[in-house]
């Protein structure tokens, strides 16, 4: 699959490159205080920081057209990655959205645009009907992404992926085509995205205050 290069204003989305290998893991380990709670783990064991062959496995996703593996530029400067995974075509034609960003770029709107480019082009681009985006409740930052971009809000995903560590709760998000008269960035841009689309009912915020308890068998 071609990995395409998406720019708005000073946001870029560009391919990631092993060449990338580097400076991504410095960026990574510059903002661990940052990144840690929100970073995808394993339920196996700890392990290491290998930024050369995450990206020859997105690389990998992307030549067997399941991924599209981005790198985030804002003014020129490495401020992220991007990852649309889970690529699937035919009667679910739909995708999903991951994203992390540096701290210093937080509040200069790099990952609504990120997430705006990205969702566009899968839409009109690649033709895909749906695309979601899973979040964890703490997760403010993100919440407000979505918020952002009128992506709806659909349900909780008790213990859905394994972040930093544990089994962790995650509020789903998404948009289909058909609710999209014009692009997610133009729409957002313009002012017309609905934010009361992401509101998540008061009986999910209440539930994900309550971590499902895992039983043990004796």
């Not at 020129?76 to 034609?93: C, H, K, R, T």
């Not at 790099?110 to 964890?136: K, N, S, W």
């Amino acid at each position: 699959m071609v990995i395409p290069t998406l720019t708005e204003g000073a946001v870029t989305l560009r391919p990631v490159r092993l060449r990338d290998a580097r400076p991504l893991e410095r960026a990574l380990l510059d903002n661990r205080a940052w990144l840690q709670k929100w970073e995808a783990t394993s339920p196996y064991g700890p392990t290491g920081l290998d930024t050369r062959a995450s990206i020859r496995s997105l690389l990998g996703n992307a030549r067997a057209g399941r991924g599209l593996p981005f790198l985030i530029e804002y003014e020129g400067e490495l401020a992220g990655q991007l990852n649309v995974s889970s690529i699937v075509y035919g009667s679910l034609s739909s995708a999903s959205i991951g994203y992390w960003v540096t701290e210093h770029v937080a509040g200069h709107n790099v990952t609504p645009t990120a997430v705006a480019l990205a969702t566009d082009h899968c839409f009109y681009q690649l033709g895909l009907h749906r695309m979601e985006i899973c979040i964890r409740p703490e997760n403010t930052p993100s919440l407000r992404v979505v918020e952002k971009l009128g992506f709806r809000y659909e349900g909780l995903r008790r213990r859905f992926i394994h972040i930093n560590g544990a089994w962790r709760d995650h509020f789903s998000f998404a948009l289909v085509s058909e609710e999209l008269a014009q692009g997610v960035l133009r729409r957002w841009q313009s002012g017309q995205a609905s934010q009361d689309a992401a509101r998540v009912t008061s009986e999910d915020r209440a539930a994900s205050a309550f971590p499902l308890p895992v039983v043990r068998e004796h």
